[in-house]
């Protein structure tokens, strides 16, 4: 069974600075995908960003970028430069992707709620 | 290119009642997937729809169920209501293959 771990449950950083939020994950499955989801008040779930168990490379997306480490089995979610706007519970997730997608379902972690001040 | 939809995004219901929850994917996304988020047991998957068959399904009771029509355009109806369905639907979109998964702006339930 898929398990994904996000040890930190909240996290304040100051506007500007970058941040590093925690993410381990379990999984039997040699082929999944790690993703990032932005939650603020409002409930809507953003995506961030996503990797692929077979990249080579770490993703990355503007300010976002996915440090993965396979081995270790963590997929930490690095923002650089925080806005005050990046204030919101951020949640890591993981996919099998079989050839058919037949378990195509995201666990998610409880997730971490960053606080940027000012 | 337009992101997911959900209609409506805010319903109040009575125990006992039935509630349809609609979900219109990104244009050329074949999956759809249900998502019941609440503050107690977090975000769970309820099942996921590809090409209108469902793939796979969630620890829930019979009362919930979904279909997806031929346009990807999905629904889900949970049968009568209780007190403790009351959460954030969230529904995603994606290909079905690897890659991305869009989120919704969900649908809050309020059970009374």
């Known amino acids: 069974a898929q398990k994904i771990t996000q040890t930190q449950p909240g996290m304040f950083v100051q506007e500007k600075e970058a941040v590093t939020l925690d993410c381990t994950y379990d999984?039997?499955?040699?082929?999944?995908?790690l993703f990032w989801y932005k939650q603020p008040s409002s409930g809507e779930m953003i995506f961030l960003i996503y990797q692929g168990s077979y990249d080579q490379q770490n993703a990355t997306e503007g300010r976002y970028s996915l440090n993965f480490q396979k081995a270790r089995k963590s997929a930490n979610l690095v923002i650089s430069a925080s806005q005050l706007g990046d204030s919101a519970m951020y949640f890591c997730a993981m996919r099998e992707e079989r050839s058919g997608g037949s378990n195509y379902k995201l666990t998610f972690g409880k997730g971490t709620l960053l606080t940027v001040n000012p | 290119k337009a992101g997911v939809t959900q209609t409506p995004r805010y319903l109040i219901k009575t125990r006992g009642q039935q509630v349809t929850l609609s979900c219109s994917p990104i244009s050329g996304h074949r999956s759809v997937s249900w998502y019941q988020q609440t503050p107690g047991q977090g975000l769970q998957f309820l099942f996921e729809?590809?090409?209108?068959?469902?793939?796979n399904k969630g620890n829930f009771p019979g009362r919930f169920s979904g279909r997806q029509f031929s346009n990807s355009r999905s629904e889900m109806n949970v049968s009568t209501l209780e007190l403790g369905d009351s959460a954030l639907y969230l529904c995603a979109s994606s290909t079905g293959l690897a890659g991305e998964q869009y989120f919704g702006p969900g649908t809050r339930l309020t059970v009374t």
């Open positions: 729809y590809f090409s209108e068959t469902q793939r």
């Open positions: 999984t039997s499955d040699p082929s999944y995908g």
